[in-house]
């Protein structure tokens, strides 16, 4: 029985070696779109536009605007009124506006409350807000306040404030949720589109090792590419330290993948094309995802929407992950992850492996 298993698993990762158009999917998914994650999305300002208007004539305002330098900002451009600076944040030329009051100078010598106002293009929310962070951060240096209390900052579990590295391992645990959800789907579907279905069903092989070696096969490719995306791009590229065990993170996965296959062959139980693989599979995983805090923490959900994410094994994937990543999380510790991935895993996996095997 192990030798026919065995020998299905072989087949399936040579067919998958000789499709080079899905072999070539798979490897840009776990490589070249994790490093653009990670590379490519900035949460902090980069190149902001800004413009200002500035009737003061003195030297605080130009003290001011000549922090705003590269690479958070290009230099800030000036505007004779403020509907010029209101048109020109309209039509997008730039994001942030500032209007210097006309006796701000004066009002700053005198020690009187001088006013500044601050026009931002809220449809950018995160760069805007982030900007306007900046200059409070700016104006409390000019500020005479004083203010009797010393605010010392320590940095948890990244030091660098890097988003980088955040970017990067959140789109790889989605890519991950992505593949084991298609790939598993994809080679049974593959068989019905190809007209191989009837002959799959005529070997003298219980169906139950068919399906078990065909998603196996599938969960064997996904976890060498995750082990190349943790290596050259996570180790690699971003220089990521794991402070917890490498181990842990390799059986969380390899776990989690199976728990997604479920899914999959739910999937391909349904299916009837390659087509509706992609369609059921993306109304499948876009809610695993907004649910699993991956886009927004858990704790800033509606209450319903907090209880919701209890269901969703993504949630206790990528906090165990990053509790491996970051926190260096003890072995045993990471048990609530493990519990949450293999509970959810064992019913999906039971769901999926039996709705398809009533196709046998």
Known sequence: MMRVFWTIVAKELISFL??????AVVLYALTLDVYIAGAGMQIKPRNVAIGYVDHTGGGISRKILSRLHGPEFVP??????????????????????????EDFEKDYRQGNTAVMNVLLDATAASQSFTTLGYLQSIIMDFSKIDFP????????FNENADNHTFMALSEMLS??????????AMVFVKEKEEGTWDIMLLMPIDAKLTILAKSFSQVIIIMVGTIICVGFVLFGSFDISMNGSFWAFVLLTFFYIFTTAGIGLFVAAVSKSILQVAQLSMIIMMPLIFLSGAWTPVYAMHPVLEKLSLISPLRYYIEGCESIFYRGTAFIDLWPYFAGVLVLGSLLYWYGFRKIGKLF
């Open 18 to 23: 000789r499709s080079w158009g899905l072999l």
């Open 76 to 101: 800030p451009q000036r505007f004779l009124s403020q509907k010029a600076l209101s048109d020109a944040i309209f039509n997008k030329k730039i994001l942030v506006g500032i209007l210097f009051d």
């Open 149 to 156: 209390v010393t605010v010392k900052s320590h940095k948890l």
């Open 175 to 184: 890519v991950i949720t992505m593949l084991s959800i298609l790939l598993p």
